[in-house]
T-cell receptor, first 112, second 112 residues
Framework: QQKVQQSPESLSVPEGGMASLNCTSSDRNFQYFWWYRQHSGEGPKALMSIFSDGDKKEGRFTAHLNKASLHVSLHIRDSQPSDSALYFCAASEQQGGRALIFGTGTTVSVSP | EAAVTQSPRSKVAVTGGKVTLSCHQTNNHDYMYWYRQDTGHGLRLIHYSYVADSTEKGDIPDGYKASRPSQENFSLILELASLSQTAVYFC???????????FGHGTKLSVL
């Protein structure tokens, strides 16, 4: 079983709308989360990290972590066509110094 | 921005042949990683390295070897390529104690 599971598999959002992505770790050892984004033909790029309970906001992106349930979400406000990409959730066993385990990804399509 | 260069960008190999994928980083990062990407599986960790001349097994190491001869270079070796190893392979690097990975553009490997 995947240690990091994401939903939905794909998501369509109108331009200017809100996209909401979900991620859950099935292994209680993996409590430190990152979000990565991959545009077609490129390698993934880090968006943001979240290590503490609650919300973390970076521009139009807000991540929310609930450590008790090992659930993390990513919300993209005012979605733009350039946000169309594959989004990965990734988790690690400790903060700093360990390899990341990635989920299967959510494909986001933003239509003008 | 940090630079990770992979070569070749694409390769066609024959079943049973030997394949070497190369990765070079100019970020002065200590940590390097090899992931493979398949539709429906996301990114899966094959091998990683925290220091030159030492490698660690990831989640799916079977059928792969890794070599880290210097801080800058990290290779992935398929001694006997198989059809199931057809995938896109990504190399990444990160600073010590930081999970912000910098990925290369990937190598598309087709085994026929």
């Amino acid at each position: 079983q995947q240690k990091v599971q994401q939903s939905p598999e794909s998501l369509s959002v109108p331009e200017g709308g809100m996209a909401s992505l979900n991620c859950t770790s099935s292994d209680r050892n993996f409590q430190y989360f990152w979000w990565y984004r991959q545009h077609s033909g490129e390698g993934p790029k880090a968006l943001m990290s979240i290590f503490s309970d609650g919300d973390k906001k970076e521009g139009r992106f807000t991540a929310h972590l609930n450590k008790a349930s090992l659930h993390v979400s990513l919300h993209i406000r005012d979605s733009q066509p350039s946000d169309s990409a594959l989004y990965f959730c990734a988790a690690s066993e400790q903060q700093g110094g360990r390899a990341l385990i990635f989920g299967t990804g959510t494909t986001v399509s933003v239509s003008p | 921005e940090a630079a990770v260069t992979q070569s070749p960008r694409s390769k066609v190999a024959v079943t049973g042949g030997k394949v070497t994928l190369s990765c070079h980083q100019t970020n002065n990062h200590d940590y390097m990683y090899w992931y493979r990407q398949d539709t429906g599986h996301g990114l899966r960790l094959i091998h990683y390295s925290y220091v030159a001349d030492s490698t660690e097994k990831g989640d799916i190491p079977d059928g792969y070897k890794a070599s880290r001869p210097s801080q800058e270079n990290f290779s992935l070796i398929l001694e006997l390529a198989s059809l199931s190893q057809t995938a896109v392979y990504f190399c990444a690097s990160s600073d010590r104690g930081n999970e912000r990975l910098f990925f290369g553009h990937g190598t598309k490997l087709s085994v026929l």
